[in-house]
């Protein structure tokens, strides 16, 4: 089946330093999603993106769609502490029922003030 | 302001004992859905509904059943809980290919 993989699985950074996450899907996909999950809560819809090779910002946070369609990537630009916690990638499930997402294993992120 | 509802953050059970999750949306959603999310593994889907008394097997429904009566509620059951249920479930709806919403969540213990 379809298999969305995310790397690195933990990264801990300096506040300050950037930061990036990858995202992998075995198929191509019409869109992918990114959420954010903070510890102890539930995860929340960062952004979508459709085209290919799009990139879209939100003030430090850069999100980019690969030309084929099949990775993507989310980069902080300058960490800080409000940024912890684990960010998931989402893609449509390919078997049809495109309602339905299958999320990567996500990326936790930890921030030494 | 847009709702995901889970009936209670926190639940402890007994093993053997018939668990009820409940979730209600306020979106009007068409999809509903029910992950549990344990560390290391991320979100796996165990069941979701794609509309009122219809439903689907997620990746993990071994162990548990759905009701959707009406369109706002989507229950997950656990027939007679067991230890290896012991996680954290999060409900969600969704729209179309639009974002996905989440509930707060529950924190189940089965002893």
């Known amino acids: 089946g379809q298999q969305v993989m995310q790397i690195p699985q933990y990264q801990h950074v300096q506040e300050g330093e950037d930061f990036t996450t990858y995202c992998n899907s075995s198929t191509t996909l019409s869109n992918i999603q990114w959420y954010k999950q903070r510890p102890g809560g539930h995860p929340v819809f960062l952004i979508q993106?459709?085209?290919?090779?799009e990139v879209k910002k939100q003030k430090r946070l850069t999100f980019q769609f690969g030309e084929a369609k099949k990775n993507s990537s989310l980069h902080i630009t300058a960490t800080q502490t409000t940024d912890v916690g684990t960010y998931f990638c989402a893609g449509p499930d390919s078997g049809g029922s495109n309602y339905k997402l299958t999320f990567g294993k996500g990326t936790l992120l930890t921030v030494n003030p | 302001d847009v709702k995901v509802t889970q009936s209670s953050r926190y639940l402890v059970k007994r093993t053997g004992e018939k668990v009820f999750l409940e979730c209600v949306q306020d979106m009007d959603h068409e999809n509903m859905f029910w992950y549990r999310q344990d560390p290391g593994l991320g979100l796996r889907l165990i069941y979701f509904?794609?509309?009122?008394?219809?439903?689907e097997k997620g990746d993990i429904p071994e162990g548990y059943s759905v009701s959707r009566e009406k369109k706002e509620r989507f229950s997950l059951i656990l027939e007679s809980a067991s230890t290896n249920q012991t996680s954290m479930y999060l409900c969600?709806?969704?729209?179309?290919?639009?974002?996905?919403?989440f509930g707060p969540g529950t924190r189940l213990t089965v002893l």
């Open positions: 509904s794609y509309d009122v008394k219809m439903k």
């Open positions: 993106l459709v085209k290919s090779g």
């Open positions: 969600a709806s969704r729209q179309g290919d639009n974002e996905q919403f």
